[in-house]
């Protein structure tokens, strides 16, 4: 199984060594180094089965300048890059700095296209509006390989992303009781593009609700995969794993 969004660099040590200790579970993990100060430890956590993303969050928007923009065209040429981001429109946290994001999302677009990388995307906002944004943006740029990271279901991001072929990935809130809507969606997306992640730390799929994410946990997520498409786990498995390596290129 393939952990595709993750945050290694935000583990306690003793966290990191069970991390480790599982790591054989995983096909690969991508790990996303997501400000300036978060790059080096990201690429040093890079070994193995375990691959880096270099990007600027949207709620770290604000730090874009032009050395940030030096510095991240300087890691992101890193042989384990396999990814920009992530970046996108965050109106929840930091609903202050839109210009901001979007000044930085033009940016790793521009870059993921220049070294010809996937562009990893979040989205998040109270009342919709970000996913309409990026829904909006999504058809006026139309981006080659993109994700959209923990998808949670909006219905123009949806239409937007099967417009421009993105992939969709999907975290532990499938496994919420409550998120049917979800589960229906993930029904429908199309197979080649369906890929699952964690966040960890965040997002914990049932039954670790209420705990620290760990990426052997994606196994949870990729079993409701399972269940809402009617494949067994090991079909699920080899789905997401093949999609996840045609995409990120690691063979
Ligand atoms: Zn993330």
Known sequence: MTDTHAHLDFLEEAELEEVKAHLGELKAVLTLGVDPGRWEKTLALAQGNVYAA??????????????????????????RVRAIGETGLDYYWTPETQRAQLRALEFQAALAEELGLPLVLHVRSKDGQAEEDLAAWLRLHRPRRVVLHAFGGHPAL??????????????????????????????????????????????????????????????????????????????????????????????
Not at 226 to 241: M, P
């Open 54 to 79: 270099v990007g600027l969050h949207p709620t770290s928007a604000h730090l874009l300048a032009p050395e940030v923009e030096e510095a991240l065209r300087h890691y992101a040429k890193h042989p």
């Open 158 to 251: 949806e239409a937007a992303g099967l417009e421009v072929e993105a992939y969709f990935s999907l975290a532990g809130p499938l496994t919420y009781k409550k998120n049917e809507a979800l589960r229906k969606v993930a029904q429908r997306l199309p197979a080649d593009r369906l890929l699952v992640e964690t966040d960890t730390p965040f997002l914990p799929p049932e039954p670790h609700r209420g705990k620290r994410n760990r990426p052997h946990y994606v196994r949870h997520t990729l079993a409701k995969l399972a269940e809402v498409r009617g494949l067994s786990l090991a079909e699920a498995e080899a789905l997401t794993d093949e999609n996840a390596a045609a995409l990120f290129r690691w063979g």
